[in-house]
């Protein structure tokens, strides 16, 4: 999927971020991780703030992108 970003605002369109969070999916304690992975890894405030190009390797293989946070957070831990 080829993401772009809105030129007006300098975000990724609201359809983009919302097809991040289903597919990244999670409760409160998964959300906190991913805005912390992205805000330490990107400087990106939120899902909005992603480069278009980070935001496409997410659609193309959510699972990695979650294993990648989990990893982050808990880097001592093999599963």
Avoid: C
């Amino acid at each position: 999927m080829k993401v772009t970003m809105n030129p007006v605002t300098g975000r990724l369109p609201a359809n983009i971020v919302q097809h991040l969070e289903r597919l990244v999916g999670g409760g409160p304690a998964q959300e906190a991780q991913v805005s912390a992975y992205i805000a330490d890894q990107f400087q990106a405030a939120s899902l909005f703030y992603l480069p278009a190009d980070v935001a496409e390797k997410i659609i193309a293989n959510p699972a990695r992108f979650v294993e990648l946070v989990k990893q982050y957070h808990e880097p001592l831990l093999t599963f």
